[in-house]
């Protein structure tokens, strides 16, 4: 309708524009044809085009260009009435005609748009917002926010010089400099990030300084990545531990393993977790009859199963799932006797230290406590073989985790002089690449938001190895015949060359994503290290020896250590007294034993420089 009635309106305005107002009538009354010609095409032509059709609020470019055709349309309608009736009209009234035909089309629609857009606003609050950035992302999405109900883009902001002072759909481009006045002049509360192609510790950096401003942020990926015409791509690419380390993994198969692990009944605690993981598969290679997967992670254990079963391999090797903890005693016997255990590998525990710096009594009853219901209840089952999996923390522990895995190995120790079937050993190591533990996937994490990378102390260095290092040698280590006798248990502790600064460890990891790492000399750089001091507990430098002095074995990898434990009345007093302090929930008491039985643990760190518990 609305089409219908502009046709002779746009008419009727030509002849006033082209002839004089006394002429103007006479010549309307002689054209009388041609006003039902553009009266007629107009009717036919609007619907036929799906001009009606078109929302408001997305007439635009396609609007526009089908609007065209329908001035056209009438156009050449009202030349042909013309033509065949003659009434006067020169050839430029009829140009006259499309264009003030068209122009008023468009201009009522964008008319009636903003007042069908004043009518849903009544009574709404706007949102003033800026857009941050003025390329093609922001500027299609000014474009999407044009005819929105309750949010207003007020201003472009943008760091290229070239934009600034331009107009991008109606609206300015200021520098980043000018965001405050924009904030305050306009009362903006949220700011659009629409910077999909800059590097991510540039946009991180922005999202900072926005956010200590006190605004809202939003950032948004490009259209192109939307409709999948570009990949998201993540621009971490996965460690190589070979780069960080330095040196070659190994991986290599031994008789000694072979004969221990090949057609045997394995156990393996804590297999969901990292290092049990790794070590399920590659026992895999051994072809073991039965692999027991013990975890008290319900989606853990149901991940790992999962896998294992699933791979071509594992083909005639019997998986058995079993949810549960090394804590219940009932459990733990009623599984080795109904499977037949023959190899035990305990890598279950608390591991994390500041959680297990929280909460001692958790992780003293599963560390502690746990591996002894464990070790007694292999020793009544007749399991041969149990291989604990301790930790570097263990020496001179400064934590309790530390100090629990200690007691652990007391509990190993005190276990093998006990048996003369079982043969009870330990194997200790430091940090694994890309362990839940591990500091990489944190540093991943913290690279992939842009930063700042969080380091506890400058000086700070650990020993490192892959997961997949470590589980094989693991596996070596409890393959390998050297028991001493019936009275003392083996500790074996795996090579792990030079520690590592964990500074440097940072550095490599920012340039291998690509990125520069931002410091004093280079304030220019993409992602900042950042000292937040040690944790409760934390020491500077890990050891793996507690004495000097180590034994080699037939592998080049592992060393044995002679390191004696508590007595077996020691062992029974800790162990008495930690029960009581579990059972009244008094962590104060439980830090008591800890620091009667762990060498170092309560001490003064004096390399550290600060106390070696914190009381919680």
């Not at 004043?118 to 917002?129: E, S, T």
């Not at 896998?307 to 090797?317: F, Q, S, T, V, Y």
């Not at 490599?508 to 944790?535: C, F, H, Q, T, W």
């Not at 059972?583 to 003064?604: H, I, Q, S």
Request: glycine share 8%.
């Amino acid at each position: 309708m609305l089409d219908t009635v502009l046709a002779p309106l746009s008419l009727l305005a030509s002849y006033y524009l082209m002839y004089s107002v006394h002429v103007a009538p006479t010549m309307v009354v002689a054209g009388a044809y041609g006003f039902l010609a553009v009266t007629l095409f107009s009717l036919v032509g609007s619907p036929l085009l799906g001009i009606p059709m078109i929302k408001l609020k997305s007439y635009e470019a396609i609007g526009a260009i089908k609007t065209g055709i329908l001035g056209l349309f009438a156009a050449s309608g009202l030349w042909l009435a013309k033509e065949i009736v003659g009434f006067p009209l020169p050839p430029a009234g009829v140009l006259l005609f499309l264009l003030i035909f068209v122009l008023s089309m468009v201009v009522t629609r964008f008319a009636l748009l903003n007042l069908l857009l004043a009518v849903h606003r009544q009574g709404q609050v706007r949102r003033n917002v800026v857009i941050y950035g003025a390329g093609n992302t922001g500027t299609m999405l000014a474009s999407a926010l044009k005819s929105h109900e309750s949010i207003h883009v007020v201003a472009f902001v943008d760091d290229s010089p070239s934009m600034h002072g331009m107009t991008l759909v109606g609206h300015k481009v200021y520098p980043a400099q000018q965001l405050e006045r924009i904030v305050s002049r306009y009362d903006v509360e949220r700011v659009l990030l629409a910077m999909p192609s800059a590097p991510l510790p540039r946009q991180a950096a922005i999202v900072r300084d926005l956010v200590s401003r006190g605004l809202d942020v939003h950032a948004l990926p490009s259209f192109a990545q939307l409709v999948g015409t570009e990949v998201i791509l993540d621009t971490l690419a996965p460690v190589a531990p070979g780069v960080f380390l330095g040196r070659d993994p190994v991986n290599d198969l031994r008789p000694e393993a072979s004969d221990a692990y090949g057609g045997k009944c394995i156990l393996i605690t804590g297999a969901g977790g990292s290092v049990g993981s790794e070590l399920c598969r590659q026992l895999l290679r051994y072809k073991p009859k039965t692999i027991v997967l013990f975890d008290v992670s319900e989606i853990a254990l149901y991940t790992i199963e999962r896998e294992l079963a699933g791979r071509a391999d594992a083909a005639e090797i019997n998986f058995i799932p079993i949810l549960g903890t090394v804590t219940e005693a009932r459990q733990v016997r009623a599984l080795l006797a109904e499977h037949a255990v023959d190899v035990i590998f305990h890598a279950a525990a608390y591991k994390h230290v500041p959680l297990v710096e929280s909460n001692p009594i958790a992780g003293l009853v599963n560390n502690v406590l746990g591996t002894r219901t464990l070790a007694e209840a292999a020793l009544e089952e007749g399991v041969k073989r149990f291989i604990l999996i301790s930790t570097d923390k263990a020496v001179r522990p400064t934590n309790v985790m530390g100090a629990s895995k200690r007691m652990a190995e007391f509990v190993v120790q005190d276990m093998a002089r006990r048996s003369n079937s079982t043969d009870f050993s330990i194997v200790r190591f430091g940090n694994v690449l890309g362990s839940s533990g591990s500091v990489v996937p944190l540093f991943r994490e913290q690279i992939k938001r842009g930063g700042p990378v969080t380091l506890t102390h400058e000086d700070v260095t650990r020993y490192f190895m892959t997961i997949a290092e470590a589980a094989n040698l693991v596996l070596i280590a409890g393959g390998l015949s050297m028991s001493r006798g019936p009275h003392e248990g083996d500790l074996f502790v795996l090579d792990m060359a030079q520690p590592i600064k964990i500074r440097d460890l940072a550095e490599r990891m920012i340039k291998a994503a690509g990125y520069s790492v931002k410091s004093a000399a280079n304030p220019d750089g993409d992602i900042e290290v950042v000292v937040i001091g040690l944790r409760p507990g934390e020491k500077l430098h890990e050891e793996l020896l507690i004495k000097p002095g180590m034994l080699t074995t037939p592998h080049e990898k592992i060393l044995r250590v002679q390191e004696h434990g508590l007595t077996s009345v020691e062992m029974s007093s800790a162990l008495r007294e930690l029960r009581n302090a579990v059972a009244v929930g008094n962590a104060a008491a439980a830090r008591a034993v800890l620091e009667t039985y762990v060498e170092g643990f309560g001490a003064l760190d004096t390399e550290n420089g600060r106390s070696a518990t914190v009381v919680a």
